[in-house]
């Protein structure tokens, strides 16, 4: 069996500094709770795969006993391209379910990196403890020279075990960063420094065994469902966008759409007249822009500007990442299906703005 430990557990140094029976800490109750990625896969010929034994070495870490006491719960063993919402909303029932009980004091997901932010940001929103939960995931498998599984699962167990993670919301642990679930998106294919949360830099870091917060997302919010709409799709504007992709998607029956569009949330004109037809049929169309920075905003009245949008019945998110719409607007429709009722969940800040506009 391929195994951390090949090596000789004595003679590996994962560069942490824990001193044997010293650690100062009490120990906290972790669940490790593993989905599957490339943490849990090896080489096979020329390509990755999973390994049906990848997950049980996630806790396979000898330091990883003496700062906490974790248990491990295999949920799946899926590279998460095969991730869905309906595990994720599985996933955030066993969560709480877990946490509800005082037997555990925060929990560890590992998963893949692909989809690691949609599923971060779902437990985010929905999940009903304030208990630390951290996902945590490796860009090298285990097969791999300096794979970077264990050291991520060290550094996560050690952020689920801080007192100063309680209340955070769930956050993302990798390569020592401590990242919102709401703001973290991958940004390299390949290299392990891969997640960042552009424009606004992580919460905090893991150094030499301590948990350091710089700040606090002020941003967060909760969507408390048990239900949620799972036909919600995302269209990418482009160019010369004449509308036809948009309302081909409308007519395949999907509940919601969420439009990438450009800079501050702008459209072709084409496009914003099939919005128009789409809102009118009940179906929310939410904006988002292809720029990871900044927020969308009405500020542009020409034809498929931001405020031209908004008239058409559009709703903008404020959130520019266009992942992280679809998400929220899966649990929002849970909720409600009415248009207006779903606006108040996108546009947080800009609603005073508009009636000037509009008006
Ligand atoms: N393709 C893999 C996955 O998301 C990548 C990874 O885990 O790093 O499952």
């Not at 003496?66 to 919402?85: C, G, K, R, W």
């Not at 699962?153 to 007192?163: G, I, K, M, T, Y």
């Not at 904006?287 to 500007?305: D, E, L, N």
Request: net charge negative.
């Amino acid at each position: 069996m391929v195994s951390w430990l090949d090596s000789g557990s004595e003679k590996r140094d994962i560069g942490i500094n824990l001193r044997k029976g010293e650690s100062g800490m009490d120990k906290k109750r972790i669940i490790i709770i593993s989905t599957g990625g490339t943490i849990a896969m090896v080489k096979k010929g020329r390509t990755v795969v999973p390994f049906d034994k990848g997950n049980a070495l996630v806790t396979d870490i000898p330091e990883l006993h003496e700062i906490a006491d974790v248990e491990l719960y295999e949920f799946s063993n899926i590279p998460s391209p095969q991730m869905t919402p309906r595990l994720m909303l599985e996933l955030a029932k066993k969560i709480d379910e877990f946490l509800e009980k005082d037997d555990y004091d925060g929990a560890v997901i590992t998963h893949g990196t692909d989809t690691l932010e949609e599923t971060a940001y779902f437990l985010d929103l929905i999940l009903r403890t304030e208990k630390p939960v951290v996902l945590t995931a490796s860009m090298r498998n285990i097969s791999e020279l300096s794979t970077d599984g264990p050291r991520n699962v060290l550094s996560s167990v050690l952020v689920a075990s801080s007192d100063s993670s309680y209340g955070m919301g769930v956050v993302v642990c990798l390569n020592d960063e401590i990242h919102a679930a709401r703001e973290v998106t991958k940004t390299y294919t390949s290299n392990v420094a891969t997640f960042d949360s552009p424009g606004y830099g992580p919460l905090g870091v893991v150094d030499e065994n301590n948990v350091i917060y710089f700040r606090k997302s002020l941003t967060r919010e909760k969507i408390i469902t048990d239900k949620i709409e799972e036909r919600v799709a995302v269209v990418k504007a482009f160019t010369g966008d004449d509308g036809a992709i948009l309302r081909a998607v409308h007519n395949m029956g999907y509940k919601g759409i969420v439009l990438e569009g450009f800079g501050r949330g702008n459209v072709p004109p084409e496009a914003a007249q099939a919005v128009e037809e789409i809102v009118k049929s009940g179906v929310p169309v939410v904006i988002t822009s292809r720029c990871f920075k900044g927020r969308v905003y009405p500020i542009y009245g020409y034809a498929g500007g931001g405020a031209d949008l908004r008239r058409k019945g559009a709703i903008l998110s404020e959130h520019p990442l266009s992942q992280k719409a679809r998400i929220k607007l899966m649990l929002v429709l849970g909720i409600t299906s009415d248009i207006e009722e779903i606006r108040k969940y996108f546009e947080i800040h800009i609603g005073g703005m508009m009636s000037e506009i509009e008006h």
